[in-house]
C-alpha cells in the first residue's frame, strides 16, 4: 500500500507531476482501514467501518502509480529497487522489531501454539518481506497490517518490471474486460478461501491449501488493473473519459454498496470491482471528487499514510496491552494518537531513512566524464 511518492519519484525521473486526488485517495483509504480496526477493538463494535479491503485498492493505486511515474524515463533496476526499498524498508522492519518486542519475545503469545522454531522462521522470513508468498512463506505477520507489503514487494521486484517491458491490451473493450476478470477473480478467491487466521501467531492449518494463495493473487490482481488503468488514463480511452465524466456516480456505488453491506445484503469484498475505476476518475483534477480528495487535508493524509496504515495496529495493540480495553469515550483519543504517531514515524523514520538511503545510491553514482 505505498506508492504514493508522485512527487518525489517524478523529480527523481524527471517524470510527472502528483497526481493530488490520487495521494488523498491513499490517504483516505489508510484512514479508514484505521478506524476500522479501531472499532474492532471497541466492546460494542457494531460493523459499521467494513473497509478492511481497501488494501486492495492500495494494490491497484501501486500498479497505476508505478506505470504513471517510470512511463517516460529509463528504467534502471538497481535505481528502481533502491527507491522501492528506501520508500517501504525502514517503517516495515521498524514495526516488525516493535510488534516482536512487544508482544511475541514476553511471551504474551502462547509458546504452546507457537514454538520459538516458528517464530524464529516467520521473524526471518518478514525481516526479507516474503512470508506472505506462498510456499515460501507461513503468512504470520506480527504487524497484521504488513501482510500487505510482502506482496507489494513481490509485485515490486518480479511483477512491475515483467509488466513494464510489455504492452497493456490496446482496445478499451479488452482493457475493459481484463479489469473486470482481474477483479472478479480476487473477489471469488477472496470470499471461497479468505482465511483470516493465517495472519495470527500460532500454528494453523487452513481448511484448503487455496488459502495461501488468496492474498498473494489479490496483490497481483489488483496491481495488474492498475497497470491497465494506466493504459486508459494514457490513451484517454472511452473508460476513462466515462470514469472522469461520472466520478460522482461511481462514489455514489461504493456508498450503495456500504450501506447494503451493513445490512448484510452484500460481501464487503464486492468494493473491489469499483477500484480500478475510483483510480481513473481520480486522475481528472476537474472534477468535485478529485477537488476533494486533493484538499491540503486528505492530501497530508496520503502523505503520511503509509505511517497511518503502518502503525496504527501497533498503537491499538500498546493501548490495549496497557489499558485492557477501549472504551468509546477513549476511542477519539486513540484515534488522535494513531494520527499523531503517524505524523512523528513519518518526519522521524520514514523521510530521514528514505533520504539515508537514496544518498548512499546516488554517492555511489560514476562521476560523469567531462570531455
Known sequence: MVDRQFSQDALDHHLRPELRALTGLRGLAATTIALAHLQQALPNDNGVLMWHNAVDLFFCLSGFTLSYVYSNGKFQFSSYLTARVARIYPLYFLTLIIAGAAWVLPGIVNPATYPAKSALTDFLLQAVMLNCWPIVGSGVHWNPAAWSISIEWFCYILLFPLLYFRKAPQSAPIRLACMIVL???SYYLFVSYFDPSLFNAELHAPGSQLSYWVNWCRGIFGFTAGWIVFASFEKRDPIYAFCTKFSMLIWSGIFLAVVLRYFGLLNQQALVFFFPFVVLAGTCPNSATSRLLGSKSLHFLGVISY????????????????F???DGWQAPF????????????YFAIEVPARNAIRGVRRMRRPAPIIP
Open 183 to 185: 477483479q472478479a477473480s
Open 307 to 322: 505511517s497511518i496504515y503502518m502503525m496504527h495496529i501497533v498503537v491499538i495493540v500498546l493501548f490495549v496491552g496497557a
Open 324 to 326: 485492557h480495553t477501549v
Open 334 to 345: 486513540l484515534a488522535l494518537g494513531i494520527f499523531l504517531v503517524s505524523i512523528g514515524t
